[in-house]
């Protein structure tokens, strides 16, 4: 489909299971295959290769080199020859489907959100594929797929604190779309209470990450279904950068296309405030490492589009960072960030940098953190940006807090509940940015105190 990637395969002696990508989250489909195709590995001796060759399974010739000169050696002292039926073993490499079925799994029917984690599937001849999945409102669950229909069927799913009260019913998850400056849509994941009133007093958080082709995971997190018990929304913007869309979208979003990510930031908090789903007044953007580049950069070019910004271990020094070639990452991200010693592509760095664009303006709440044995961004680089916004930012600006840890790395808090304390320390500087005397109730409606 238009939009949809390949992420992975498991091949079966009848059928493939093709694990796919879209914009509304991840998916398989299984490709039952027709008889002519379901000779791969059933002794019929040959296994055709792209350049016209054959590999013999019984192990005698046949392996060519590229050059199609001598031939090598196999394990078993013979050696290859190169066949002379190419366009017919090309012919033969074309697998005929003859039926496609996009699995349902049982969190998910709309297919919004869901998480698929392939299992080991070793068996050829298995009938069943195994795979894990969650969605933001579903905890991860193994499931067997029959490969024959595609139905699946639940084996386990995994408990967590409050899953004795937890209502799958009570909660939504929905695809949303925003469209960016140049007029791209930009897809978001939406996750709150049902019938959650669209009045715009609801507190919603924005996450983003968009870089290195990589996805932003809408996993399951009991720290963001206790803020969404309260009433709050969890929005995922999927920017250009990442790789939700393909190939294409990576490719929007990196070296001299890296604004896009910032400018599809903004169009996402314009959208779900003109949905009525937040406001400004109790709306937040969350990133971490680069994603907290986007978060900085927000904050300079948009300073009026949210309450609060989050940025965990923020790239916000790049153009400074990038021309230091002495540092481990810098030469191998030229293909994301760009050739710094080239002039144009340092220009174009330095236009959107959070360090070097920090202003004499407003700026929203914003937390900042550090952790000191962080190879990947330097504890440095969050300090100085909260160096230098104390120095120009206006009177005016919201709270600026910056928390350094000097245990741990670049992802977090360690241990069994340590994310779970980031969560509550990060709720808790919401809850006094958005003037909150409570996080929210967790009834059928939420009604917010404010000081």
Request: hydrophobic content about 35%; overall charge negative; proline content about 4%.
């Given at each position: 489909?238009e ?19 879209t ?75 003859e ?42 669950a193994?499931?067997?797929?029959s ?13 967590f604190?409050?899953?004795e ?9 929905y ?17 709150h ?12 958080i ?6 290195y ?7 399951f ?22 790789g ?20 599809d ?18 709306m ?47 030469v ?18 330095k ?71 980031d ?25 917010f105190?404010?000081?």
């Amino acid at each position: 489909d238009e939009g949809s990637k390949i992420e992975d395969i498991d091949i079966f002696r009848e059928h493939v299971a093709v694990y796919e990508r879209t914009a509304a989250g991840q998916r398989v489909r299984i490709l039952s295959l027709s008889n002519g195709s379901k000779n791969l590995s059933n002794g019929s001796k040959s296994l055709p290769l792209d350049n016209g060759s054959k590999v013999l399974s019984n192990g005698s010739k046949n392996l060519p080199l590229e050059n199609g000169s001598k031939s090598l050696p196999l394990e078993n002292g013979s050696k290859n020859e190169k066949s002379s039926k190419g366009s017919e073993s090309r012919s033969s490499s074309r697998l005929a489907v003859e039926a496609s079925r996009v699995v349902t799994l049982g969190e998910a029917s709309s297919g919004v959100g869901i998480t698929i984690s392939p299992g080991a599937n070793c068996d050829f001849d298995a009938p069943v594929l195994r795979v894990s999945a969650c969605s933001p409102i579903s905890p991860p669950a193994v499931y067997d797929i029959s490969l024959k229909d595609a139905s699946a069927s639940l084996l386990q799913r995994r408990p967590f604190p409050g899953s004795e009260s937890y209502r799958e019913g009570a909660y939504e998850c929905y695809l949303e779309w925003a469209v960016s400056d140049d007029g791209t849509k930009v897809p978001m994941t939406v996750t709150h209470k049902k019938s959650l009133p669209r009045d715009g007093t609801r507190p919603a958080i924005l996450f983003c990450y968009g870089a290195y082709g990589q996805c932003l995971e809408t996993d399951f997190e009991v720290g963001h279904l206790a803020l969404i018990d309260r009433g709050w929304s969890i929005v995922m913007c999927h920017v250009r950068g990442g790789g939700e869309l393909g190939a294409r979208w990576h490719h929007e979003g990196r070296e001299k296309n890296k604004r896009n990510g910032i400018l599809d930031l903004a169009a996402c908090c314009t959208a779900v405030a003109e949905s009525g789903l937040s406001s400004r007044e109790v709306m937040a953007v969350h990133g971490a490492s680069a994603g907290g580049l986007l978060v900085a950069a927000l904050a300079n070019e948009y300073p009026d589009a949210v309450a609060a910004c989050i940025a965990k271990v923020p790239f916000v020094d790049i153009a400074n960072t990038m021309q230091d070639d002495t540092l481990a990452l810098t030469v191998h991200e030229y293909d994301e960030w760009g050739n710094v010693t080239e002039a144009s592509a340092l220009d174009y760095v330095k236009s959107y940098s959070p360090y070097g664009n920090v202003r004499a303006q407003r700026y929203p709440h914003m937390m900042l953190t550090a952790s000191f044995n962080d190879t990947r961004v330097g504890f440095w680089e969050p300090a100085k940006l909260a160096a230098k916004l104390r120095a120009v930012a206006s009177d005016t600006s919201g709270t600026l807090l910056l928390i350094t840890s000097f245990e741990n790395g670049h992802f977090g808090t360690g241990g069994r509940v340590g994310h779970l304390a980031d969560l509550a320390r990060e709720a808790a500087f919401l809850q006094r940015a958005f003037k909150m005397t409570s996080l929210g109730v967790s009834e059928d409606k939420c009604d917010f105190e404010c000081k």
